[in-house]
C-alpha cells in the first residue's frame, strides 16, 4: 500500500487525508483493494458511528478510490473488495435516525452502489454487485431502499438473466411499498416467470394503492404475462376495467384485453360495456376495441351482432385513417355470421367514396360478401368503372375455392386513384396500429390481407405491403434463435441512444428519404416537446429501419413474422424505397446488429437520458432547476463573446471573435464597425454541439440554416452547453409561436409536427 494511504489509514489523520489527491491515479491503482480493506477495517466496528474523525477520513478515501478507479479503468480488478465493503455495511445500523441525516454506514454504502453501477454494463461486475445490492431492498432507510430501486432498474438494462434470479426479493419488495421497483418487473417477467405468476393476485392489489406512474408497469406486467400465461389474467379484468378511464393506462389495458380476447373472448363478456365506454373518451382508441368487440362477437351470433352494430355506428364518424381497422372487424364478424351483414350495409356503404384505398377496397370486399352469402348476382363488375389497379392476396381456403389447402391466390381488382397522402407513416411498436387478420378468428374461411397503417399520424400505408408470407417465415425463425440477444442489444441501446417513436417515408427532390420522429420521455408542463416530435431526416434508411424492427421486436414477448401488422408497416416503409435499395427487408433486418456509428451524428444532443426515471427527457425537463438561470420573463436570454466562422469553406477561414446577443426571438452581434447584424431564431433550422469523440465534451457548436452553416466556439464546455440549450429553447419557441399564428392560436394535437427538421 502506498504510505500515504497506510499512514493516513493506521493513524486516521484527516490532516494529511487531502494529499491524497495529490497521488497520481497509476501510481495507487495497484494498492485500491487493499486501501478498501483498510477502509473495511476501520468502519467495521461500532466507534465508527460516534468518531466523527474516522467518518471523515473514510468519506475522503473513498472518494480517492473511486476516483481512482475510474480514471484507471480498473473496476474489474477491485469490485470484490467494493462489494465486500458493501456486505459489511448491511451488518451495521441504516436506518435513519432524524429525517435529514443518513448514518456514517448508509453513507459508505450510497457511494459504492454509485461506483459499482457506473459499470452496470459489465457482466463481471454486476454479476458481483446485484447479489449484495439485492439484500438492501429490506433495509429500513427509504432513501437507501429508493436507490437501490434506481440502480436495480439500470442494471436490468444488460443483466435482466442476473436481476431475473432475485424476482421473488423484488416482487416481496414491491408488495410491502417499494412500488418504484415495480419497473423492473416487465423486463425480466420472462426470464424467471414463476414467481410472478404466484403472486399475481398480490401485484394486482397493488395497482389500487400505487400513483398512476407505477401502475404503468404492473399494467405492463400483467400485458406480459397475458401473452404467456391468459388464464392468470382472466380474474383481474374487472379490476383493470377500472382504469380504463384513465388516458395513460387505458391504451395498456386495452392492449392486454386484446391478447386475452384471442385466447378466451368469453371472459370478456361481462366487460363489453366498460371497453365500448372507452370510446366516448378517448376515440382514438376505438382500434384496440374493435379487436376486442371483434373477438367477443365470435362466442355466438348475438354477441355478432352487438359488436358489428357498435362497429357500423362508429366507422362513419372516426378519424378515417382507423377506418380500415373498424371495417376489417366488421368483415370478420359478417364472415363469421352470415346474416349480420345487411342491416349494417347502408352505414358501411356510406364509405365507398373515401379518400382511402384501403377503407374503398375493404368497403367492395364487404359488399361481395353480402352478394355471395344472400345468393345475388353480382351487378356487373367493378374494373368497368374504376382505373388504378391493387393487388389483393388471399390466404387460405375461400368457398369454391380451386386452389388446394394453404395455396395463396392472387387477383388484380382495379380500383379509382386516391387522394390520399403519398408518405406513409409508422408508429413504434404502436398498439393503435395492429390489425388482426380475419384468418385469426375461429371460424373465418377466408382472409384477404390488407395493409394500412393506422397509427395516430394521419396518413395511410399502400395496398401493396399485404405480406402472403407462411406463419413460420424467415423473420421469426431469425428472431426466435436470437430473441434474447436482441432484447439485451435493445435495452442496452436505450441507455445509449433515443430511439424514434415513429418514422415515415418522404418523397424528397431527387430520392426519397425516411423522416424520424422523437418525443420527450417526461413532457413535463415546461417540456420543449409536450405538443410536438423533434424531427430528424436521415440518408441512414437501412440502418434505421433494421433499430426499430429490433426494438419492435424486443418489446414484443414472443418471436414475430412478417404477418405481424409492425413489422408488415417496417416493411411497406422499406419497400416504398425500392429501386433506391438493392436489399431485401428479410435480408435488412436478419444482419448482424447495426454498430455505434450513430454516436458520430450526435444527432441526440437536444435530449439527455434520465437514468434515475429510465427515458430520453428534453433539458427543461431534466433540468427544471437551471431553467430559471436561463430565461428572463420567460424566454431565453445569453450574452458573450463567441468565436464564428460560417461559410462553406470554414476550414480556409479564420476565427472571428464577436459579441453576440439571444434576446427576443433575435441572436444578434455587433461588428468591427460597431453596426449590428442579426440573425432571426425563425431561421435557425438545428442547433448541434460539437465534439470530436463519443465522450468529448463540446467544444463549440454549429447553428443551420436553409443557406448558411455557423461554427462559433465559446470559453469553455458550460458556457458551450449554456449557448446551445438557450438556443433550442429559442428555436422550439419561435416555431411554435409561427404555428399559432398560422392555426389561429391553437396547435394540432400530436403527431403532427413542426419541429423544423434536423439532417443526418
Not at 456514517?104 to 446485484?130: E, T
Not at 407505477?214 to 400465461?229: N, S, T
Not at 464597425?673 to 465522450?695: D, F, H, M, Y
Not at 457548436?701 to 429559442?730: M, P, R, S
Amino acid at each position: 500500500m502506498h504510505a500515504l494511504f497506510e499512514e493516513v489509514l493506521t493513524k486516521r489523520d484527516l490532516s494529511k487525508a487531502g494529499m491524497l489527491f495529490s497521488l497520481e491515479d497509476k501510481d495507487i491503482e495497484t494498492d485500491l483493494s487493499q486501501v478498501v480493506q483498510g477502509i473495511h477495517a476501520i468502519a467495521d466496528t461500532d466507534e465508527y458511528e460516534i468518531s466523527d474523525n474516522d467518518q471523515s477520513v473514510v468519506e475522503i478515501c473513498i472518494t480517492r478510490v473511486t476516483t481512482a478507479i475510474r480514471e484507471t479503468s480498473s473496476i474489474e480488478k477491485h469490485a470484490k473488495a467494493l462489494v465486500d465493503l458493501l456486505a459489511m455495511c448491511q451488518k451495521h445500523r441504516l436506518a435513519q435516525a432524524n429525517k435529514d441525516e443518513d448514518p456514517p454506514h448508509a453513507k459508505i454504502a450510497s457511494d459504492i452502489m454509485s461506483c459499482l453501477f457506473m459499470y452496470y454494463s459489465k457482466a463481471c461486475v454486476m454479476r458481483l454487485a446485484i447479489p449484495a445490492v439485492v439484500k438492501l431492498l429490506d433495509c429500513d432507510n427509504k432513501d437507501l431502499s429508493r436507490s437501490v430501486s434506481s440502480y436495480l432498474s439500470l442494471a436490468a438494462i444488460d443483466n435482466a438473466d442476473l436481476l431475473a434470479e432475485h424476482t421473488t426479493i423484488i416482487v416481496s419488495s414491491v408488495l410491502n411499498g417499494n412500488y418504484l421497483l415495480g419497473q423492473v418487473l416487465p423486463q425480466i417477467y420472462l426470464q424467471n416467470p414463476e414467481p410472478v405468476h404466484e403472486h399475481l393476485s398480490d401485484l394486482m392489489g397493488v395497482l389500487e394503492k400505487c400513483e398512476t406512474s407505477d401502475r404503468v408497469y404492473l399494467v405492463q406486467l400483467a400485458g406480459a404475462v397475458a401473452k404467456k400465461e391468459p388464464k392468470l389474467v382472466e380474474e383481474h379484468i374487472g379490476a383493470m376495467c377500472n382504469y380504463l378511464s384513465s388516458s395513460i393506462l387505458a391504451p395498456l389495458v386495452l392492449v392486454t384485453f386484446v391478447d386475452l380476447a384471442m385466447t378466451s373472448p368469453a371472459a370478456l363478456l361481462p366487460h363489453r360495456e366498460a371497453v365500448m365506454g372507452v370510446v366516448e373518451q378517448q376515440p382514438a382508441l376505438i382500434c384496440q376495441v374493435a379487436q376486442i368487440l371483434g373477438a367477443i362477437g365470435t362466442v355466438d351470433e348475438e354477441e355478432g351482432r352487438k359488436s358489428i352494430e357498435f362497429l357500423a355506428s362508429r366507422v362513419g364518424s372516426m378519424d378515417q385513417t382507423l377506418s380500415p381497422l373498424v371495417l376489417q372487424e366488421i368483415r370478420g364478424l359478417g364472415l363469421a355470421h352470415h346474416h349480420l351483414l345487411p342491416p349494417v350495409m347502408d352505414e358501411v356503404e356510406k364509405l365507398a367514396a373515401s379518400g382511402s384505398s384501403a377503407v374503398r377496397l375493404l368497403v367492395q370486399q364487404i359488399k361481395e360478401d353480402n352478394k355471395k352469402y344472400l345468393g345475388e348476382k353480382e351487378v356487373r363488375s367493378v374494373s368497368s368503372q374504376t382505373e388504378g389497379t391493387v393487388t389483393i392476396i388471399t390466404v387460405g381456403n375461400p368457398p369454391n375455392a380451386t386452389h388446394p389447402s394453404g395455396t395463396i391466390s392472387v387477383k388484380h381488382t382495379l380500383l379509382p386513384p386516391s387522394g390520399a397522402d403519398s408518405q406513409q407513416s409508422l408508429g413504434k411498436a404502436s398498439s393503435g396500429s395492429t390489425v388482426r387478420l380475419a384468418s385469426e378468428r375461429a371460424g373465418s374461411p377466408t382472409s384477404t390481407l390488407v395493409s394500412e397503417n393506422t397509427s395516430y399520424s394521419g396518413t395511410t400505408l399502400p395496398l401493396g405491403v399485404a405480406s402472403g408470407e407462411p406463419v413460420r417465415d424467415g423473420v421469426q425463425q431469425f428472431c426466435e434463435k436470437h430473441l434474447t440477444k436482441i432484447k439485451g442489444f435493445i435495452n442496452k441501446l436505450n441507455a445509449s441512444i433515443p430511439l424514434p417513436t415513429k418514422c415515415s417515408v418522404v418523397n424528397g427532390k431527387h430520392k426519397r428519404y425516411v423522416r424520424l420522429y422523437f418525443v420527450c420521455g417526461r413532457q413535463s408542463p415546461q417540456c420543449l416537446y409536450s405538443s410536438q416530435h423533434f424531427i430528424l431526416n436521415t440518408h441512414l434508411p437501412k440502418l434505421w429501419i433494421h433499430l426499430m424492427f429490433l426494438s419492435v421486436q424486443a418489446n414484443a414477448p414472443a418471436a414475430l413474422s412478417q404477418r405481424d401488422t409492425d413489422v408488415s408497416c417496417l416493411k411497406a416503409c422499406w419497400d416504398a424505397l425500392k429501386g433506391e435499395r438493392n436489399s431485401s427487408f428479410l435480408t435488412v433486418v436478419t444482419s448482424s446488429f447495426p454498430t455505434q456509428k450513430l454516436h458520430e451524428e450526435r444527432y441526440f444532443d437536444v435530449f439527455e437520458f434520465n437514468a434515475a426515471c429510465m427515458h430520453w427527457a428534453c433539458f427543461m425537463c431534466n433540468h427544471p432547476e437551471k431553467v430559471s438561470g436561463l430565461l428572463q420573463d420567460g424566454l431565453p436570454e445569453i450574452a458573450g463573446q463567441l468565436k464564428e466562422k460560417k461559410g462553406k469553406w470554414k476550414v480556409f477561414k479564420r476565427w472571428k471573435t464577436r459579441y453576440f446577443t439571444l434576446s427576443g426571438g433575435t441572436f444578434t452581434y455587433s461588428k468591427s464597425n460597431s453596426r449590428k447584424e442579426t440573425l432571426p431564431v425563425s431561421k435557425i433550422q438545428s442547433v448541434k454541439a460539437v465534439r470530436k469523440g463519443i465522450r468529448d465534451t463540446p467544444r463549440a457548436f454549429e447553428i443551420f440554416t436553409d443557406d448558411q452553416t455557423y461554427v462559433f466556439k465559446a470559453k469553455g464546455q458550460q458556457n458551450v452547453e449554456q449557448w446551445v440549450q438557450c438556443l433550442h429553447i429559442a428555436v422550439v419557441r419561435s416555431h411554435m409561436n409561427e404555428d399559432r399564428r398560422t392555426w389561429g392560436g391553437s396547435l394540432p394535437q400530436r403527431p403532427q409536427s413542426f419541429v423544423t427538421d434536423t439532417k443526418l
